[in-house]
């Protein structure tokens, strides 16, 4: 009877393990989760001064942002759950629903500092960035056409050629709007992409001298583009106006020194620092925490990137590789553009800091991308038979 009851413990002791035991990447599922909780703590502290005069709540920006991080967890949960292998078969029509979401916003997009960037979404007093959704739907659609050329991925004709059309027309319909800094990003992780998969240097030179060129033309014919440059290059100006910002941000970084002022008591936040609790809170981690915080969240996004390279090492499918590939590039190139901009290494571009910044659509879709990087980290042990043949 004793023996019994001893098997039948036993065996409840293992249902529990079972039902607990993560699955996946646990370093790349700690990392997300930990950036999203400093994001909830640092927008509460960031936005607490300017909510306090908009709307006399000083959390309501960060209540509703711990809102949108909760619907972040839910699609990281659901990405991890879905088997990444079914985006293969949808991509194209995942692109078509990123472009067409794009294109929209001309029509039915809601304007904000003469952009058109959100739509307004009915009763629920919030907006969507289609831009985040294009950028990820061509990470899946690179993913595909990668893994289906083959070979011919260094055919200019059957490879290159329709791939550089695709990211041409998405980057495009992105600076239309005009989002020049979204634009140029996906621009980078579609090149490094096509360089993983196998394309040719002397193509994807070409193709980046053009967009370059593009770039410069684009510089010359936006006065607002051209102030900013010309500011950037100029940055030693704090009283310029389009420096105004970084000078403030070095400020922030300045007063945190090793340790930081501490939390809630960083004095930037306080209308000094405009976007504190979007495109600069980096700025407000390094006021509040100091280098170590930074150099902490900084470590983070390396370790990211590092796990997800060695994840696509392992993955014998082709398609998950491609796509673990764009992923960890795209949440590692935001991390890094956000932190040069707020130390003045680097024009400003309104990149969110992937997890931390206040937000909705990037929080959410990086969310979902990590859960689906997650997911293809789960199949990394599954008989061969299962996963299938790297370039089936």
């Not at 759950?81 to 985006?87: G, K, L, N, P």
């Not at 014998?316 to 673990?324: K, P, Q, R, T």
Request: charged fraction near 15%; charge should be positive; proline fraction near 3%.
């Amino acid at each position: 009877m004793k023996s019994t009851n001893t098997k039948s413990l036993r065996r409840d002791v293992t249902s529990v393990k079972n039902a607990l035991a993560i699955d996946c990447d646990r370093r790349i599922l700690f990392i997300v989760l930990f950036l999203m909780g400093i994001g909830v703590s640092l927008v509460a502290s960031s936005s607490s001064f300017f909510a306090g005069g908009l709307f006399e709540d000083h959390f309501a920006l960060m209540r509703r942002h711990a809102g949108r991080a909760a619907l972040a967890l839910l699609a990281l949960m659901f990405a991890m759950r879905v088997d990444y292998r079914i985006y293969r078969k949808i991509a194209p029509m995942l692109l078509l629903v990123g472009v067409v979401l794009m294109l929209g916003l001309f029509v039915f997009g809601h304007t904000v500092r003469d952009t058109v960037r959100w739509y307004l979404l009915p009763m629920t007093n919030t907006s969507l960035q289609p831009a985040e959704i294009a950028r990820l739907s061509l990470i899946f659609f690179l993913a595909y056409w990668i893994t289906r050329a083959g070979n011919d991925i260094t055919d200019f004709k059957r490879g290159f050629l329709p791939a550089a059309a695709v990211i041409t027309l998405v980057a495009a319909a992105i600076a239309a709007t005009p989002n020049y800094g979204t634009a140029s990003a996906t621009t980078a992780i579609a090149l490094v992409m096509l360089f993983v998969g196998g394309a040719r240097l002397l193509h994807l030179a070409g193709f980046a001298a053009l967009g370059l060129s593009g770039a410069a033309i684009k510089v010359f014919q936006s006065g607002y583009v051209r102030d900013r440059v010309a500011a950037f290059i100029n940055g030693s100006d704090g009283t310029h106006e389009l420096n105004w910002q970084v000078h403030q941000s070095l400020i922030g970084f300045g007063s945190g020194g090793v340790f930081g002022v501490g939390f809630g008591d960083s004095q930037q936040k306080l209308n000094w620092l405009p976007d504190a609790y979007t495109d600069f809170i980096f700025s407000i981690l390094g006021e509040e925490g100091g280098l170590v915080m930074t150099l902490i969240v900084s470590g983070l996004f390396l370790l990211f990137i590092l796990r997800a390279l060695k994840i696509s090492r392992l993955c014998s499918d082709h398609f998950g590789e491609m796509l673990v590939v764009g992923i960890g590039t795209s949440i590692f190139l935001y991390a890094v553009l956000n932190m040069y901009v707020a130390t003045g290494l680097f024009p400003v571009t309104g990149l969110p800091l992937p997890f931390i910044s206040y937000g909705g659509s990037a929080l959410v879709v990086n969310a979902f991308a990590a859960g689906v990087l997650l997911n293809i980290s789960r199949r990394l042990h599954e008989p061969e038979k299962e996963r299938g043949l790297r370039h089936a």
